[in-house]
């Protein structure tokens, strides 16, 4: 049986995005060409390894610096983009993302929730989670710096909202009865899960647990 029919496209490289100097940081990625809504456009790869040992590689580095190249997989998988990574490690994060990160089969791929038009830079939300020992200056260390007018501040995902009051029940449930169809649907066409529905951490934070530096 010839193995090839189960091997999907090479997505390692892509013709659709260039990466040059962002306005936001660094190097970002852009679109070399109109990319219509619903691509896959390319597979985030580099080192497959444990979360102590992608713990254990940036330990050292400085507390108050963000940079990351990190992206969680799973409980158990980081890819360390740092070590043989592709163009996939230079999107930025933005707050009003044209893409998003999606898991299938343990790979994440990068894929357009917009039509893009060439010369787009290409952005999806990390969705960087919290946690209770983060260190108080934590929002200025994963700072945001997308210039969406609505710009949440940081990097980090939102804290959970509180659970709505009886007297705001209803509306609270007729909203989310239509978010949930909305997502049902969402996850029905592309028969992936986002990390948002994942409830996934995309963008792994560099530090270790309490953010400090051993
Ligand atoms: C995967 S890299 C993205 C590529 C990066 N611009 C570079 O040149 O290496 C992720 C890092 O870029 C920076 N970054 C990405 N999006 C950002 C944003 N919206 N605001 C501030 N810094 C951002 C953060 O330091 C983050 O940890
Ligand atoms: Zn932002």
Redesign the pocket.
Known sequence: MAASSEVGPDLTTSELIEVRR?D?????VFAAKRIPKGTRIIEYVGERVSHDEADRRYEEKDADD????LFIVDSKTVIDAGVDGNDA??????CDPNCESTVEKRRVYIEAIRDIEPGAELTYDYQIQREDDDPDNIDEVF????GFPQCRGT?LWPTERKKPKKKAKTAARKKSASAAARKTKTATRKKTKTAAQQKRVV?KKKFKRGGRRR
């Open positions: 962002s936001v940081h660094g190097l970002g963000s940079h990351t190249f490690r230079f999107f930025n994060h933005s700072a945001c710096r997308c990097m963008v």
